[in-house]
């Protein structure tokens, strides 16, 4: 079965300091993987997708098969990249399995 | 980009009743999505939501607990019915974008059972 774990609940780091929020993922097929971000407020939305290998509001995430896993990094973290971000796979017939969630906190 | 409105936007509901929350978006979409949201946990895909036939739901959730329609590419109803205070959620639509692999989220409902 498609499983999307991330470990950390919570991350806290300072304004400046590179950021790595973990993901791995458990899937049989080759996965489809993606990073959703939700700020303060706001509705859920897209932030990168693996496939499409781009960098968005300096976030980068490379998939590393060999260790199943789908980190999402930046170099110099901001305060307004304090948000829940969700890992998520797609499977059969786009539908998704989220991962529970790291609540990012940029302090100042 | 698709842009999706939910209503309600919260309720609060007494146990033993439903509610009907619907999802308006402003183009026709392929394939629209229900997702809960439990306190405090993540995303839980509840069903797919198929235009002109019976929704496809995933494994724990029932057509009796959850109907859905989807009467046109724009529009669909989820209904949570028999209310109990474990349903208290907050309940997401999503639809699929153009590209093959997107997808939009509505605001979602937050519903409260007392």
């Known amino acids: 079965a498609q499983r999307v774990t991330q470990p950390e609940k919570l991350l806290s780091v300072f304004k400046g300091a590179p950021v790595e929020l973990k993901c791995n993922y458990s899937?049989?097929?080759?996965?489809?993987l993606f990073w959703y971000v939700q700020y303060s407020r706001q509705r859920l939305q897209l932030l990168l997708r693996h496939i499409s290998r781009e960098s968005i509001k300096g976030f980068t995430a490379d998939l590393n098969k060999g260790e199943t896993s789908f980190h999402l990094k930046k170099p110099f973290a901001q305060e307004e990249d304090s948000a829940m971000y969700y890992c998520a796979l797609m499977h059969s017939a786009q539908k998704l399995v989220f991962g529970q969630g790291t609540r990012l906190t940029i302090n100042p | 980009s698709a842009v999706i409105s939910q209503k309600p936007s919260r309720d609060i509901c007494q146990r033993g009743t439903s509610l009907t929350i619907q999802c308006q978006v402003d183009?026709?979409?392929?394939?629209m999505f229900w997702y809960r949201q439990q306190p405090g946990q993540s995303l839980t895909l509840i069903a797919t939501a198929n235009q002109g036939s019976e929704a496809t739901y995933e494994s724990g959730f029932v057509i009796d607990k959850f109907p859905i329609s989807r009467p046109n590419l724009t529009f669909s109803t989820l209904t949570v019915s028999n209310m109990s205070p474990e349903d208290s959620s907050i309940y997401l639509c999503?639809?699929?974008?153009?590209?093959?692999?997107?997808?939009?989220f509505g605001p979602g409902t937050r519903l409260t059972v007392t």
């Open positions: 899937y049989s097929g080759s996965p489809e």
């Open positions: 999503s639809v699929k974008g153009l590209a093959v692999d997107e997808q939009y």
């Open positions: 183009s026709q979409v392929t394939m």
